[in-house]
């Protein structure tokens, strides 16, 4: 097992970079929250929260970090791994998402993240299991093929040295994963996930996670830079809220990092940090065919090979 010491390190390391970018970008600090869960409950452990709300570049923006241990995994973290269900469990991740406020500059998520549960034995004695997850997705409310294919092309890069199969294999999961089902849409034009992941073994898989969570910087960016002055009107704004309604759709139905959150007993706060500042729902509305928002379904929605 790679040492929880080692992984905490990377991963505030990790936050620490993002913010920096996104500040520097923004021209605005995010706010700090640190907090501390004392030993004795059902969950111990700390974390440090990063936001910013309603500034020029991200109206609503938060990159977490969190290391907490617990007496049980909850139902949502052993779904493809029965046989740990109840032992007590360690988790360490960060996990971001960036609410612009720019229509033309899209939503993206980023998650990487690691557990150990530690498995009873029969004769008394416990086995410590690990793995790890993670992954970043986009979801333009105006789609552009130059942005999902670089988005997708340094997805395809960073997974690259760990084996032909990677990318393929995790965009298709992305796909699958953050797809509405109640709607029978994706949420937006994807990008990799992985979960339950330490085939690589465990220092390999680590460097696997490492590189997808180092490469979220160059992959949002320059979209950022891009299409963070274009110019836009009430009609943007009003579809942009409309589609967010779909993020928080996903999240509180579908999503298994706010199910795991919630069932363990986490901070509720940073655990609703993915939630946009603002949204709209209409009752069975559909874009005017040939609008840039019906090109957003037509073109944008459904799964493509961007690189």
């Keep these: 097992m790679i040492a929880t010491a080692t992984v905490r390190a990377y991963l505030l390391g990790l936050q620490s970079r993002i913010v920096a970018a996104l500040e520097a970008e923004g021209g605005q600090p995010f706010l700090s929250d640190g907090w501390t869960r004392e030993p004795g409950g059902a969950l111990e452990g700390d974390g440090l929260s990063r936001l910013i709300e309603g500034g020029t570049l991200l109206e609503r923006g938060g990159c977490n970090f969190s ?9 949502s973290a052993t779904q493809h791994r029965p046989e740990l269900a109840g032992a007590p469990f360690e988790a360490l991740g960060v ?8 229509p033309h500059v ?9 557990f150990a549960a530690h ?5 008394g004695s416990t086995e410590t299991v690990g793995w790890f997850g993670g992954g970043m997705d986009l979801t333009p409310y105006y789609g552009v093929e130059e942005d999902a294919a670089h988005f997708h092309a340094t997805c395809r890069d960073a997974l690259a040295p760990f084996g032909d199969d990677k990318y393929p294999r995790f965009k298709q999961w992305c796909d699958e994963y953050f797809f509405l089902k109640h709607r029978n849409e994706p949420r937006g034009v994807g990008g ?20 997808v969570g180092d490469a979220l910087v160059s992959a949002y960016l320059p979209i950022v830079q891009r299409r963070r002055d274009t110019p836009y009107g009430e009609r943007e704004r009003e579809f942009q809220a409309y589609r967010r309604g779909r993020y928080v759709e996903f999240n509180l139905v579908w999503d298994r990092g706010t199910l795991f959150g919630l069932q363990s007993g986490g901070r509720t ?3 609703l940090m993915s939630m946009p500042p603002s949204v709209t729902w209409r009752y069975d509305w559909h874009p005017e065919p040939g609008t840039p928002e019906a090109r957003l379904y037509s073109d944008f929605l459904r799964p493509r090979d961007w690189a």
């Design 67 to 75: 290391h907490v241990k617990g007496r049980k995994l909850p139902p």
């Design 95 to 102: 996990s971001l998402v960036f609410h612009p406020r720019n």
């Design 106 to 114: 899209p939503t993206v998520h980023m998650n990487v993240r690691m």
């Design 119 to 123: 498995k009873p034995l029969p004769d």
């Design 192 to 211: 990799v996930f992985f979960d339950d992941f330490s085939e690589l073994g465990m220092e390999r898989s680590f460097e696997m996670m490492q590189a």
């Design 269 to 271: 706060e940073a655990i």
